[in-house]
């Protein structure tokens, strides 16, 4: 037999014959003139992972949407299947999807905020008003909270976000496109390195302190974690510490829970002592870098943070690019801290099962540490004046001071800084006027949506962690908005499971449709108590975050404390 040298082994189901070319590529094709829009728009930018949300916020900002000829050539330009860009895309709410015979939306988008505090002051009335009036060129579409509860009714035009609007007003601004951020004034980098500011990062660096002698001062302090969990704060550095390194600092700036502004009034007044703090527990866990997580909520402290970051890197505070701020895309369910870790790293902010802990496996599969602004905010001071200050100014067995978001029925809302545990009366009558005139005080939020909603009688508590908890309720993030005699608790609880069902990020059943569900019954005249009742334990055992969990909670509390008002 005669060997050869050109054989070719056959594969299975191989018939011998050649594969028809095929006449078109397969899949989308990337328009060549989309692609070099994009590649335009990147620039030098890195087109990495994550910085997808950046890079959309990019195009949105330029072009007033997000087109599929976009999409695909930022999918092509980051070496990305199609389908994880427009997964992303379509997840956060502030991104407008355009599909391929879709019109693009008017160039100016009025929302307006329809949770609680601001539905209390007409909000739906205002949308359905200003819906009857806009002009085709502009978008009037509902918005969840904003972080603007003290000056209700609050809206958006663009980036610009407004305080005790009118329809009027709204459209005049609209129509002059008046749609960029209006910065408040705040304590320069000068001014507050007048008054000694960063002497405390600079005794940490020096070796003044050390890593653990810190940690044990804030246990010493009393400092918690003041984003809604209350968990000690020095703790979690012991925890982050113990993993090897890499590790990275995350701070969570995503105060989306209706009710919550203390952030964004620190940001927005002294920038520079949260950013001392932050950098403070960055030097604590020894982080390859520190990440800030802003809500989109917030365009002015976007402006204020991009500024003085710069300057903290020209004044050698911190190294070039040490400082990452990143840009939620309107997600609450993002507020939760392993949601935001998958959002900081370009993903769909689904929350993680959890073990393992974000302090074990966290941003980037490291070791990571989470704190809230507020939190780190109070670290240099507590370095300065000492552990036994800050425990110190707490009421009672209570330790520190806590800044507490009221709105709602009262006549001087805003952000109250006073001793830990004080009740919600002592707030109302020695801190925020006493309640409106007309206004008999009936209930109130302890701790926005998410802690219920609790009867006047019960207005004797301490409202700290550990206190409310007894009573089947607690302080979260410490928002509190008080309800009158002229409100409908039905109406209350049902606007507060709205919010969570547009907010559900859809991954777990319990949540999605639980919330979904809720809602239909709780549009009943007379609430199926039952019902609800069985909906509501499901949903508490079988979510996998927080936000399902808790969701039940002005349910079950309305049914309890106030049963007239659903029968």
């Keep these: 037999m005669t060997a050869t040298t050109d054989f070719k082994p056959v594969r299975p189901g191989d018939t011998g014959k050649r594969r028809k070319v095929r006449a078109f590529p397969k899949g989308r094709q990337v328009d060549a003139g989309a692609l070099a829009e994009i590649q335009s728009l990147l620039g030098s930018r890195p087109r990495r992972r994550d910085l997808l949300i950046e890079h959309l916020h990019l195009i949105q900002d330029t072009h007033g949407h ?85 000056s209700a009714p609050a809206a958006a035009v663009g980036h610009n976000y407004l305080d005790h609007v009118t329809a009027e007003g709204l459209l005049e601004t609209a129509a002059a496109r008046d749609t960029a951020p209006i910065v408040p004034g705040y304590q320069s980098y000068d001014a507050y390195i007048a008054e000694g500011g960063y002497g405390a990062l600079k005794a940490c660096r020096d070796g003044t302190h050390t890593p653990d002698g810190v940690a044990e001062t804030l246990l010493e302090a009393g400092l918690r974690g003041l984003g809604g969990a209350g968990f000690p704060s020095g703790r979690k550095w012991q925890f982050v510490r113990a993993g090897e ?36 527990a960055a030097w604590g866990v020894d982080a390859e870098a520190a990440y800030i997580y802003l809500r989109d909520e917030y365009p002015a402290v976007r402006e204020i943070l991009l500024a003085e970051i710069a300057k903290l890197e020209a004044e050698g505070v911190s190294e070039p690019g040490y400082v990452q701020l990143r840009r939620g895309a309107g997600a609450y369910i993002c507020g939760e801290e392993s949601a935001m870790i998958e959002s900081i790293e370009g993903k769909r902010g689904l929350p993680r099962h959890r073990p393992p802990y974000v302090a074990q496996v966290g941003l980037f599969n490291r070791p990571t540490l989470v704190h809230n602004v507020e939190t780190v905010y109070w670290m240099p001071e507590i370095l300065n004046k ?9 009421k009672g ?60 009688s019960m207005g004797d508590i301490d409202l700290d962690f550990g206190e409310l908890e007894k009573h089947g309720s607690f302080v979260g993030s410490h928002a509190v908005v008080i309800l009158s005699d002229r409100d409908d608790m039905g109406y209350v609880a049902t606007n507060l499971l709205k919010f969570f069902e547009d907010e559900s990020c859809g991954q777990c059943t319990p949540c999605r449709v639980g919330c979904e569900k809720a809602v239909v019954l709780m549009s009943e005249k007379k609430w199926d108590r039952e019902l ?21 909670n002005p349910i079950l509390s309305v049914i309890k404390h106030f049963p007239e008002d659903i029968s």
């Design 386 to 394: 000492g552990a036994e200050w800050f425990a110190g100014e707490g």
């Design 397 to 456: 067995d209570h330790k520190g001071l806590r800044s507490y978001s009221v709105s709602g029925r009262v006549k001087e809302p805003g952000v109250k800084l006073v001793p830990a545990g004080l009740t919600v009366r002592e707030l109302i009558e020695g801190h925020c006027g006493g309640m409106l005139d007309g206004h008999t005080f009936k209930g109130y939020l302890p701790g926005g949506p998410s802690g219920g909603v609790l009867p006047a």
């Design 66 to 150: 997000l087109s599929a000829a976009h999409l695909a050539a930022l999918a092509t330009e980051m070496r990305l299947p199609m389908a994880e860009v427009f997964e992303v895309a379509t997840f956060y709410h502030h991104f407008d999807v355009v599909r391929e015979g879709e019109t693009a939306p008017p160039e100016v988008t009025i929302r307006v905020c329809d949770s609680l505090s601001c539905a209390l002051e007409g909000s739906e009335d205002l949308l359905a008003k200003l819906k009857d009036m806009v002009p085709g060129d502009v978008r009037v579409v509902h918005a969840p909270c904003m972080g603007r509860c003290q």
């Design 245 to 280: 390194g890499p590790r990275y600092l995350c701070i969570n700036a995503d105060e989306g829970e209706p009710g919550t502004f203390k952030d964004r009034h620190y940001l927005e007044s002294r920038p520079h002592q949260f950013l001392e703090g932050m950098l403070i």
């Design 532 to 552: 609800l009742g069985e909906l509501s334990t499901a949903m508490a055992d079988a979510s996998i975050c927080g936000l399902g969990q808790a969701a039940p």
